[in-house]
């Protein structure tokens, strides 16, 4: 089993998102340890990067301020491996193709594992191409995360039967971003998924509060939540590790 596999045995999995070194790379690490003490599930670390397709202005910004912090893949391989000394629960990086093609594919999943990273998500990589990478992580031993989008109907069945670790389903089309309601059929959806595979879902973009992380656990095995989360790093800066622990408490309650 995987480790990724470990944060849904139990419970509802919760997933928070983080962009690292917003708004510098210690606050990152105090954030993701708040995360983590206040029972997060599994961290999604977001590594930054000029041109985040899937994202929407909160987490785009993220990356711009990261960025101007000086935040480079190398220095957050360097914190994910100061994480490791005392936290256990799955890490999963959320970056794009470029960002491993230009550092080099090998070199990347080789720092990933050195690191303590237990897989990738890759939103800019369709299924049809996911043969650039996925034979190097399964080689490496990382799980890269497959993504399920409302408009995918067609190609549920074989996104879901090369599922690794979890599948990714986004809740709403568009990019990330605080949504007030979500209205896509997401039971269906799921229900679709688990017909090809035993591989957990977790629901992701749009989640923000309590009551909808409750509601889209309820349909699946998870609820991912970014945008929410980086909104309060955006207001509260370098103050924001607590803060955020205590919204992620909030979110964990909920999903018990």
């Given at each position: 089993?995987?480790?990724?596999?470990?944060?849904?045995?139990?419970?509802?999995?919760?997933?928070?998102f983080?962009?690292?070194?917003?708004?510098d790379?210690?606050?990152?690490?105090?954030?993701?340890r708040?995360?983590?003490?206040?029972g997060?599930?599994?961290?999604e670390?977001g590594?930054p990067?000029?041109?985040?397709t899937a994202?929407?202005?909160?987490?785009q910004?993220?990356?711009i301020?990261a960025?101007?912090a000086?935040t480079?893949?190398?220095?957050?391989f360097e914190l994910v491996?100061e994480?490791?000394k005392?936290?256990t629960?799955?890490?999963?990086?959320?970056?794009?193709?470029?960002v491993?093609f230009?550092?080099g594919?090998?070199?990347?999943?080789?720092?990933?594992?050195s690191a303590g990273?237990?897989?990738i998500?890759?939103?800019?990589?369709p299924?049809?191409?996911?043969a650039?990478?996925?034979?190097?992580?399964k080689?490496h031993?990382i799980?890269?995360i497959?993504m399920?989008a409302?408009?995918?109907?067609?190609?549920i069945?074989?996104i879901?039967?090369?599922a690794?670790?979890?599948v990714?389903?986004?809740s709403?089309?568009g990019v990330t971003?605080?949504?007030?309601e979500?209205k896509?059929d997401?039971?269906?959806i799921?229900?679709?998924?688990r017909?090809?595979?035993d591989?957990p879902?977790?629901i992701?973009?749009?989640?923000s509060?309590?009551?909808?992380?409750?509601?889209?656990a309820?349909?699946?095995d998870g609820a991912?939540?970014g945008?929410?989360?980086?909104k309060l790093?955006?207001?509260?800066?370098?103050?924001?590790?607590?803060?955020?622990?205590?919204?992620?408490r909030s979110?964990?309650?909920?999903?018990e």
């Open positions: 089993m995987s480790n990724i596999r470990k944060a849904f045995e139990n419970d509802k999995a919760f997933i928070p983080i962009t690292c070194g917003d708004p790379l210690g606050t990152t690490g105090e954030i993701v708040e995360m983590a003490k206040n997060a599930s599994l961290i670390l590594i990067f000029s041109d985040p994202e929407g202005p909160v987490i910004d993220a990356n301020r960025l101007s000086g480079t893949t190398d220095k957050v491996k994480l490791r005392d936290i629960i799955p890490l999963v990086f959320m970056t794009y193709a470029n491993v230009s550092y594919t090998e070199k990347f999943l080789d720092n990933c594992v990273i237990d897989g998500i890759l939103p800019d990589v299924f049809e191409e996911k650039d990478f996925a034979p190097a992580c080689a031993g799980d890269l497959s399920i409302p408009t995918s109907e067609q190609r069945e074989m879901a039967k090369e690794e670790g979890f990714y389903i986004v709403s089309l971003g605080v949504r007030s979500i896509t997401i039971a269906s799921t229900a679709a998924v017909k090809y595979t591989t879902c977790a992701g973009f749009g989640i509060t309590p009551e909808q992380a409750a509601k889209m309820a349909l699946s991912i939540v945008s929410a989360i980086v790093i955006a207001k509260h800066g370098k103050d924001a590790a607590p803060v955020v622990g205590e919204y992620v979110m964990t309650a909920a999903l």
